[in-house]
């Protein structure tokens, strides 16, 4: 399926969409600007005047009029499974194994009973070997060690990390705008989402 990267006026990403969402806005006139190449070419109807098919060329990137509904100071990305993997890079926090998405559990470093919250700095990606061997426990209680840090990724990794399919210019365009320490710097998504 198709997705192209929403941002406003500015640059800010606001979301992925369908191509029908961005033939609405290039319809209305709401396109500020585009990057990329076309990717895909949308026909309508014949105008009576002149007897014309519309067609309207898709880019990749578009960037509509308007102010942002994004502060990208403010935004914590809301967390799923799957954007908890990824940006993980499937990789069990306490022993490095490379586990499978099927397998991966979401696992709180401080036990949701212990006062854990279910928030980007807590959770990390665990093998199920290691979900259980820490069990209700803390990381140091349990004898167990954490590989890396997590950390809240900010809106442009978040965009990597909800994107499928993720075409070149999409991914140049965030990835040019993640930050310097990101993680995600040589990660790629997973293209069989």
Known sequence: MLHILKLDVSGIPQSWIHAEDATKHYAEGSIAWTLGPPIAVM??????????????ELHSIIATKGSSRINLFEVIPAITKVKLYKRD??????CASVVYETDAEAEHIVPASKGGHYSWMNLVIACRACNQKKGNRLPENAGMSLMYAPYIPSLYEDMILKGRNILA????FLAANLPKNSRLLNARPDESD
């Open 43 to 56: 026909r309508g109807g014949i105008s009576r005047l002149t007897g014309q098919q519309s067609v309207i």
């Open 169 to 172: 210019d999409q991914m140049e």
């Open 89 to 94: 890079q499937g990789m069990c926090a306490y």
